[in-house]
Every structure is written in structure tokens, then in C-alpha cells.
């Protein structure tokens, strides 16, 4: 059943959400006190190296998606397992061609940074690694694209949690043994390999799926390829927007470790709200598949507006908090660590980085149910073209801004080339495509937006002239905001259950 499935994807994947940010918010504060801002900027940057090196699948992972879902809902399952041999088989191609291009790619990158101080020769040797990670990788995601096809997010979500609490207490026992940089990536490895290990058993345990590249078929290749070009261009575009503020930075600041780690503790807790919606969005993906193979165009208009509505909603309480008590939470969170690991300008720092992304992470999950409806519905091409349009406006206006406002800069070049094309050209688009109009799903947004807005700051207001204690108005304003929101949030999912129940046939 439709609605049984979706809730038990939906139901899963929060799970999954909340236990492993928990590890999160625990993990940045120690690691960033117990290796210093150096070292902690050291690790983001390779993270966002690693980015960029998974980048060599070229898309290929949307496109399995697509084609296992679509061949699951015309009950084909060789086809699947064809499919699922075909990307096999591309990635190995992939894989013996990039390893020696990213050594080389890597070296420059290690060489051309400004490294403040920091070992040059344990950097560029942590980012080798990571670029091997990386291609090791590329099958760990096929694995995952798998189970997505099927829509196991339950499996997906109890391996990734297992993996999360497993590699965060290996971590924190490397870190107070003394450890740095190399032993974090030798961990990342570890867990990469182990995970392949697991996925690999469910799949073939619980889909009966034989991931074999001898199983390649020619025809599904190329129909592989066709997509995953388009969709390559628009991962390279989410990464450029996502990841290149860590290359500016680390190119343009004149101590770029310690910048990086600054900005990293805003966007972090930005990119939280934004990864609270995840569980619902990346159900959808796999369902506009199903649902435009079926041609029921009905379902899919009501599962763009619906799935928009929610996801805002849901997101709504935290941007109203944080936009409040944003220095209060950036302080609260860093008090897991004792007070002489904190640098002393984290808040000052942070926290304007932290109002820029929240309008930044809003534009994102406004978006987000229209941007899996074009990849659902095979409309790659415009989603890479626009994705790509936002990505380079992003560079563009972070290397000129970073000049003038340094990192406010950078944050502001992630903003605004989001506004204009999730708010004025993506979402508009995906209306169109699904029949929907246009000015009915922006009113059905908007303006519950914009009254809850309204009524909680009024709220705050009050609160403020009661009592001038920070921790009391956050108790009295969060449940109030808390309360306002959850209902106007409970009536969009029983409207959502109605339109499941209608969509499964009564």
C-alpha cells in the first residue's frame, strides 16, 4: 500500500535523522576543541575534497534510481538486476581511469592552499587517501541507489546509523589517544569498506538482487548514460553551490583553517534544519518515478504541493527560533566542551553566517519536493541547466564579495543565486509541468508562513518585556512557536493521509 509505504520510509528515515545529528552536535564541538581550529579546518577542507572526488561517477546513481524504481513498478526484476550490473560495470570503468587523474589533481590542490601552518605533507597525504575513499565509494552509493530503487530506507537508515555511532566512538577514542587528521580519514576508510560489506548482504538477502557487472546490458548502459549526464551536471551544480565556499575561503583568507571552521560551525547548524526535511524528500524521488510511469498526473500535482507544504511547515518553527536565538544556541551548543577550548570569537564569527543560511536552507526545502519531481519525471535537463545557472552566479558573487566582507561574503554568494532560481524559476517550472498553478501552491506556502511568522515574533515581543532571562523566553517562545506551528503541521498531515488513502483507491 502506498500510504503504509510511505510512512514507514518517512517513519524510518527520521529515526535514522535524529539519532545520527545527535552524534553530529555532539562530534563538532569535540572535535573542534580537542584538535584545535587548524586541524578542525584541515578535516572540513578534505571533506570537501572528498565532495569533488565523488563527483567522477558522473550521475550515475540518480539515473539507477530511476531505472530500478521504474522496472520494480513494471515488476521486471531482471531488469533491475540488468540495470543494477550495467552501472556496476561503468563504475569499474570509472574507477581505473580517475584513480591516477585524482592523485595527480590532488597534489596541485594540496600544493596551491595556504595552509597556515599546518603540515603540508600530512595534508596532501590525508587528501590522497580521501580521493581513494572516494572511488571505493562509488560502489557504496550504487549500493545505496538500490535499496533507494525499492525504497528500503528502513535498511538504509539502521546501516547508517550503526555506521555513525560505530565510526564516532572510534573517532573520539583516536582523538584522546592523541591522534589527527590521518587517523580521522584512516576511520572514514574503515567505516566506507565495512558498510559496502553490510549493504551488500541486504541487498541480496532482502531484494534478491545479485550486483554482478557480468550482468551489463548495452542498451540499459546507454539509457543509463543518457540520464546520468544530465543528472552529473546537476550534482556538479549542488556541489559548486554546497561545497565551493570551502575553496574560496581556503584560496582567499588570509587564515583560511580558522575561517573555514567558523564558517563550518554556521552553515552546520543551518544545514541542520535543512537535513530535517531529508527524511521526507528522499522518499519522493523514487515515487515520482512510480508515478509518472504510471501517468497519474493528478497524484503528482498533489504530491508536489503536498510534499512543498509540509516540508516548509515543518522546517518553519526552527528558522523562527534560530533567526531569534541564534547566538544563544551556537553558545549553549559549545558548552558540551570546557570553556578554554572555546575560541572566544566563535559567536561573533558564526552567527551571521548562521541568519544568511537560514534564508539559504528555506529557499533549499521550498524547492526541494519540485526539484525530486523533475528528476522523478525524467526533466534532468532543466533541473542541470538551472542548477548549473545558480552554481556559477554562486562563484561569481562569492569571489567578488569574499574581497569586501570576507566569509559574510561568501555566505551571501550561497544566498542569493538561491533565491532567484528555486524561488523565481525552478518551482514555477515544476507548476507548470504538473499542471498545477502556479500562485495557488505560493499562496498555499506563503501565507501560513508568513501569519505563524507574525504571530510568534509577536509572542517574543511579550515575552521579552516579562523577563529579560535568555533560557526562560527560549522555553516560553519555543513551546508557543512550538504549539502554533505543530497544529497548522498536524492539519497538512491529515490533509496529506486523505490524499494517500485517495491515491491507494479508498
Known amino acids: 500500500m502506498l500510504k503504509n509505504r510511505i510512512i514507514r520510509n518517512i517513519f524510518s528515515n527520521y529515526v535514522g535523522f535524529v539519532l545520527t545529528m545527535l552524534v553530529m552536535l555532539y562530534m563538532v564541538p569535540f572535535l573542534l576543541g580537542e584538535l584545535g581550529m587548524a586541524t578542525y579546518g584541515a578535516w572540513i577542507l578534505v571533506n570537501v575534497f572528498f565532495a ?18 521504474q522496472a520494480l513498478a513494471l515488476d521486471d526484476r531482471d531488469k533491475v538486476e540488468r540495470t543494477v550490473g550495467s552501472a556496476c560495470a561503468v563504475l569499474m570503468r570509472l574507477s581505473l581511469i580517475s584513480v591516477p587523474i585524482l592523485i595527480v589533481i590532488i597534489c596541485l590542490a594540496g600544493w596551491a592552499v595556504d595552509l597556515d601552518g599546518f603540515d ?12 581513494l575513499i572516494a ?25 547508517e546509523v550503526a555506521r555513525t555511532f560505530a565510526g564516532a566512538a572510534a573517532t573520539i577514542i583516536a582523538v584522546k589517544a592523541g591522534h589527527g587528521l590521518l587517523a580521522l ?7 566506507t569498506v565495512v558498510e559496502i560489506a553490510a549493504l551488500n548482504f541486504f541487498i541480496r538477502r532482502d ?29 556538479l551544480a549542488v556541489n559548486v553551490s554546497h561545497r565551493i565556499d570551502g575553496l574560496v575561503i581556503a584560496l582567499m583568507m588570509a587564515t583560511p583553517f580558522r575561517s573555514i571552521a567558523y564558517y563550518d560551525v554556521g552553515t552546520k547548524i543551518a544545514g541542520v534544519l535543512e537535513k530535517i526535511t531529508d527524511p521526507l524528500i528522499d522518499t519522493l524521488f523514487p515515487l515520482a518515478s512510480e508515478l509518472d510511469t504510471n501517468r497519474e498526473p493528478e497524484a503528482m500535482r498533489q504530491l508536489l504541493m503536498t510534499g512543498t507544504r509540509v516540508s516548509v511547515m515543518i522546517i518553519t518553527p526552527f528558522l523562527i527560533m534560530l533567526s531569534a536565538y541564534g547566538g544563544d544556541a551556537i553558545g549553549w551548543w559549545f558548552m558540551i566542551i570546557p570553556n578554554d577550548k572555546v575560541p572566544a570569537d566563535i559567536i561573533a564569527m558564526s552567527l551571521p553566517i548562521l541568519h544568511i543560511f537560514l534564508g539559504a536552507v528555506f529557499m533549499a526545502v521550498f524547492d526541494a519536493t519540485a526539484s525530486r519531481v523533475l528528476l522523478g519525471t525524467g526533466q534532468v535537463k532543466f533541473d542541470a541547466t538551472i542548477s548549473l545557472g545558480a552554481a556559477i552566479l554562486n562563484l561569481t558573487l562569492s569571489l567578488i564579495l569574499v574581497w569586501k566582507l570576507g566569509i559574510i561574503g561568501v555566505a551571501l554568494g550561497t544566498l ?32 501560513p508562513l508568513l501569519a505563524l511568522a507574525a504571530l510568534s515574533y509577536g509572542v517574543m515581543a511579550l515575552t521579552s518585556l516579562i523577563t529579560d532571562n535568555r533560557v526562560i523566553t527560549f522555553i516560553i517562545d519555543g513551546t508557543v512557536v512550538s504549539l502554533i506551528c505543530g497544529t497548522m503541521l498536524l492539519r497538512l498531515l491529515k490533509q496529506a493521509a486523505v490524499v494517500a488513502r485517495e491515491l491507494d483507491g479508498g
Open 135 to 159: 572511488v571505493i565509494d562509488f560502489f557504496r552509493r550504487l549500493q545505496i541507489a538500490v535499496l533507494e530503487g525499492h525504497s528500503r530506507f528502513d535498511l538504509l537508515n539502521a546501516i
Open 207 to 235: 531484494c534478491g538482487i545479485r550486483v554482478n557487472p557480468r550482468l551489463a546490458d548495452p542498451e540499459i548502459r546507454r539509457r543509463l548514460k543518457d540520464y546520468s549526464k544530465f543528472a552529473f551536471l546537476v550534482d
Open 185 to 191: 580519514v584512516v576511520i572514514r576508510m574503515a567505516e
Open 52 to 69: 569533488y572526488f565523488a563527483l567522477i561517477e558522473l550521475g550515475l546513481m540518480p539515473a539507477v534510481i530511476r531505472h530500478v524504481s
Open 416 to 447: 542569493i543565486p538561491a533565491t532567484i532560481c528555486n524561488l523565481f524559476i525552478s518551482v514555477p517550472y515544476t507548476c507548470r509541468l504538473c499542471g498545477l498553478p502556479v500562485h495557488r501552491l505560493y499562496i498555499a506556502v506563503f501565507v
Open 120 to 131: 603540508r605533507r600530512t595534508f596532501v597525504t590525508a587528501t590522497v587517501l580521501m580521493g
